[in-house]
């Protein structure tokens, strides 16, 4: 505290009359403690001491029940020539190149599409933002309904157009696309607010010169629209990749992971050495690795974010 | 003449952009409809040739019989029980640090501070492995307090009340200290009544995040029967020869029910709430 200039003195008796800021600082500080203690000691007992933890249980060979012993950097070293861990993350990045590209296009195009001058776009951002708050679980379900042979796709498209479809959630070639769709109707309602929203602060009294200038749509949205949406656009891509690396919900339900382990992903690996084959130490590596993959992508953007995102409008 | 027929081809333009999103908000409620339907139709009508809206019947039976073919009643008290009680923790402990944060002067305010939004970094998948040996060695396994208590402290909401503490003027307090109210009464008479707003946020979205949580409750819960959540209890219904698809849509829809209800009824306040805090999901 640089203004801190009045100090009591030396023995000056506790509570003199116009004692200065610091007795105010040492007494804003005892509060401060009490205030701040169910926080701090719940995020030191629950998120801080257990991140130290993992970090310490993936280097040791830790069954649920059993002997532990000192790995050092042997559970690393299984996971990079474990196959399976292997293509677990090849699934988890394939999901996320189809999910995140796709997310973005949808919800942005539905968003610029839906401009101000649409009647009734309150009523579609509530009612895309349904799924985002429903229980995913719930969602899911519907979803293996809708992909079960016999379901409303593989009916629909036998009935009305006389398609043979396959069985989306058993074959290794449809699993991933179906959950990515799935996953696309759930969550893009998130980034079409945030995108709807930035729209919403574009003037439009911009827009409406540029086009009796005779700029096209596309100019339009390329020139004035998307310079000043570019901060949302970061924050949008940056939390959807975040999210979308910790894919669990959908594949677990939809397709346990099959067929095979052609749509298992890193949580749910992390669940299976954890819960299934009780192996503590590997699932607490696979979830550092997880995370690592999640700090260099993010480090990644916010390095990238000079490129192309623009603060000043 | 040229702004004539330009004014006619935009109303061309609003009318085949308003019917095509008509067909949008269709496509993108079939699902959901899809749901709703089989949830009202009897079991050996769900799958048929070709698909149909309704059944031979409307069977609103299924919403009561979903509750005899597995505890759901047990399920919801469940779900509510830990939401509550997880959301008034949440609240509890968010605004009391949130007040110390945007209010109180100590040493080392800011590092705190920094200290809390680094721990928003760290994904759930790292915590559950020790967060589990922690939950065995308090003896927590398969209790209401693991479902509860875990992820209760999250600096999520100390973040958004202290933004919003930070907009209230600090003439108010200041008249409340002259009046000779401590920290204490100031926060509890002054503070959380002006951030009813902000509260309501968080609690909504923390009720909703307990209601619709499940790889924590999937993993630290045995006994299912007695003390699993609804998305614990639906997911039972995966692998199990011959579902109920009828009974299981009765059960999902009605999972759905009050986070829809939350949603549309609170709609102004949640998109504000998400937008200034940029809240990610679960």
Partial sequence: MATDTTVAPPGAPAGAPRAGRRPALRRDGRYASVFLAPSLGGLALFTLFPTAMALGISLFDWPVFGERTFQGFGNYSHLMHDPVFRRVVLNTVLFVVLYVPLNVVVSLGLAVWLGPQIRGRQMFRVLFFIPVMTPMVANVMVWRLLFQPGGLIDGGLESWFGIDAPNFLGSSNWAMPAIVAMSIWQGFGYNFLVFSAAIDQVPQSQLESAQIDGAGPLQRFRYITWPMITPSMFFATTMTLITSFQVFAQPFILTQGGPGVATQTIVMYVYNQGWQFLQMGLASAAGWVLFVIIMGITAIQFVGQKRWVNYDV | ?282
Avoid at chain 2, 35 to 61: N, Y
Avoid at chain 2, 144 to 150: D, G, K, Q, T, V
Avoid at chain 2, 199 to 213: D, E, H, K, M, P
Wanted: with cysteine; net charge positive; glycine share 8%.
């Fill in chain 2, 1 to 282: 003449m040229t702004s004539e027929t330009n004014s006619a081809a935009r109303k061309v333009r609003s009318g085949v952009s308003h019917t095509l999103l008509v067909l949008v908000a269709i496509a993108f409620l079939g699902p959901l409809v899809y749901a709703v339907s089989t949830s009202l139709k009897p079991a050996d009508e769900v799958f048929t040739a070709t698909p149909h809206l309704f059944g031979s019947e409307i069977r609103w039976k299924n919403y009561a019989d979903a509750f005899t073919f597995a505890p759901f009643d047990r399920y919801f008290l469940n779900s509510l029980l830990v939401a509550v009680a997880g959301t008034l923790v949440v609240v509890a402990a968010s605004s009391m640090s949130a007040y110390a944060f945007a209010r109180l002067k100590f040493r080392g305010r800011e590092q705190l501070f920094v200290l809390f939004l680094g721990t928003l970094m760290v994904p759930q998948e790292v915590l559950i492995v020790p967060m589990y040996w922690l939950m065995q060695a308090l003896g927590w396994v398969d209790s209401y307090w693991a479902l509860i208590l875990p992820w209760a402290f999250t600096a999520f909401g100390t973040f958004l009340l202290r933004q919003f503490f930070l907009t209230i003027p600090a003439e108010l307090e200041e008249a409340a200290r002259v009046d000779g109210c401590g920290p204490f009464g100031t926060f509890l008479r002054i503070m959380l009544p002006l951030a009813r707003p902000a509260i309501a946020v968080l609690t909504v979205f923390t009720f909703i995040s307990f209601w619709g949580s499940f790889l924590w409750p999937l993993i630290i819960i045995n006994s299912v029967e007695d003390k699993g959540t609804v998305p614990l209890g639906l997911a039972q219904f995966v692998g199990q020869q011959g579902t109920q698809w009828n009974l299981m849509m009765a059960a999902s829809i009605m999972a759905m029910l009050p986070t829809v209800l939350l949603v549309v009824l609170l709609q102004k306040h949640l998109v504000r709430g998400l937008l200034v805090t940029g809240l990610g999901g679960r």
